[in-house]
């Protein structure tokens, strides 16, 4: 069985004593990479094509105060040009395993904990516009302590903070044909995690599944076996 890849025991640096500045380093960065890297061959919509909303969604948000919640959150994305890279109900799920877990599919993150996911998305919407990532789908964000226990994540999981994101390349179940595309999207992430990974402070986690997790808390890699040697990204 695949093992969440949370449980990487990476050395880090815990996301509530980072100061400001490594944000505003990554915000340079960023702006940097935009500036120095090759631009598309064609335009690049910085929206993902829109998705439907799943009835899940539609009726966790029509629960306690739940839309109020998701609303001011995209709000404040929304400032950081940042509302409309995944739709809202992906940003918002927890776990893949959420239900064996009795817990909730999706959870707007504490507000002390949204800049966290700042940096991310930004990465995030450079994988984007830089015809890197397309066809994907974000499975996992913000997870509180229970859900991230129950689905074995590590006890300084990025997911507990908010500054992390896991995603799937292609299909739930891909095809032979699709198997060529995801291995090619999986070589352009670990190009571009050589050649800016360590400005961007980039953490990537690359699975045979076609599960990726990537934050912004630490220049690392790893890959099934959840250490350096069994990525992709370092042979």
Not at 34 to 40: G, V
Not at 58 to 78: D, G, S, V
Not at 157 to 175: C, E, K, V
Request: glycine residues 4%; positive net charge; charged residues 15%.
């Amino acid at each position: 069985m695949l093992m969440s890849c949370q449980t990487v025991q990476d050395p880090i640096v815990h996301p509530m004593n980072q100061s400001s500045k490594q944000l505003i380093f990554n915000q340079k960065t960023l702006t940097q990479v935009q500036n120095n890297t090759t631009p598309p061959k064609r335009d690049v919509p910085t929206v993902t094509p829109s998705k439907p909303t799943p009835p899940s969604y539609t009726q966790w948000l029509a629960q306690k105060n739940h839309a109020q919640q998701a609303n001011a959150y995209e709000i404040f994305l929304a400032k950081h040009q940042l509302a409309q890279i995944v739709p809202p109900f992906e940003l918002l799920r927890t776990a893949r395993d959420w239900q064996k877990c009795f817990g909730q599919e999706y959870a707007v993150p504490t507000q002390e904990l949204w800049q966290n996911q700042v940096s991310t998305l930004k990465v995030l919407k450079l994988l984007v516009e830089q015809n890197i990532l397309d066809d994907f789908e974000v499975t996992s964000v913000y997870r509180d302590l229970p859900t991230n226990q129950c689905v074995g994540g590590a006890s300084e999981s990025r997911h507990l903070y908010n500054s992390a994101i896991d995603f799937r390349i292609g299909p739930a179940t891909p095809q032979t044909t699709d198997l060529q595309r995801i291995a090619l999207t999986k070589t352009k992430l670990c190009q571009f995690w050589r050649q800016h990974g360590a400005n961007l402070n980039l953490g990537l986690g690359v699975y045979a599944s076609g599960q990726i997790h990537i934050d912004t808390q630490g220049f690392r890699t790893w890959g099934a076996n959840l250490n350096r040697q069994t990525s992709i990204c370092s042979l």
